[in-house]
Structure formats: structure tokens, C-alpha cells
């Protein structure tokens, strides 16, 4: 599963990571993940928050691309579910352009959106976690346990990623 979470700056942030994210009407950094299916991280991107969800997303793949290369192709392709932002052609189109083989290695998925009778069921109101979503979003409540990634404090986007992995490693250990 892949998601984003835009999270805003604070006044010790640099300006080449600032970004704004007009969706969110957030001005900081976006941090994108991948986690397995019990919500540990497979592949963590910092970016400025203007980024896109797919451009993200690539990015991230592409920093990793050699995690795909040396996968064997006669094991179970991975599956990255993603929500309804994402694009599924846009993405599968540049993947294949950077590595020509790896939709034969991974595929994407579109989660399934609430139905009206779900956002309706008795005693539910506002947000209704889509339950196969739940795992990636369970994993962004683990990141936002870490005070130092509630808001963006680091100077750059590398020391961002790295409080965001810290927080990982604290909590699988």
C-alpha cells in the first residue's frame, strides 16, 4: 500500500524544502510511504509538498528501482494499493519507460471507495476508513506518535526522511 501525508513547516525549514500543496492548502513537505501488509515501511520519500501523489510515487520507485530489477519474475507480483488519487496509466506508462519489465514484477490497485450505506451506518460520521486503507493509515498515525514529525522542523528533506525511518526503526524494534 502506498499513501502521502502533507505536513507543514515550521519557521526552521529551508526554502528548497517548502512546497505548496494546494489540495491541502498545506506549505511544507509531503512524506510518501509503501508499507507491507502489517504497516512496516517498504520505501520511504520525503518531497517538498507541491510534488504530486504519482510523481511521488515514481520518485520513490525509482530511487528503488534496483529492488525490482533483482526480483525474480516467477515469484508473486506485488501489489501496491493505492487510492483514488493516483493514476494508474500515468504511472504504469513512466515505470515502463524507466524499466521496461517491471509491470511484470508489481501491479496497481485501486482501493474501493466507502459506499453511501457505509458513510451512513448508525453512529459513523465523518472520516470512514476504507478497511483494506486502514494499514496505510494506521502507519501515518504511527508517524504522527513521533513529535518530531508532526510538523517539519528538519532543514532538509534528507534529514526528513531520516526522522521519518528513525521512527520505524523505534517502532519494529
Known sequence: MADSQAVKNTCNASVESKGFCFYKATNGIKHHLAV?????????LCTPANVSDDMGLLMMLTLNIEYFKAKPVNIPKITFLLDNGYHLDTLTQRLEAIYPAIMRKIRFELSPKPSKAEKAAPGKTGFVPVATRWIIERSNAWMERCKSLTKNFERTLVNAKAQMDLCFVRLML
Not at 501488509?37 to 520505501?43: A, D, K, N, Q, V
Open 36 to 44: 507491507d501488509t502489517l504497516g512496516f515501511p517498504f520505501f520511504t
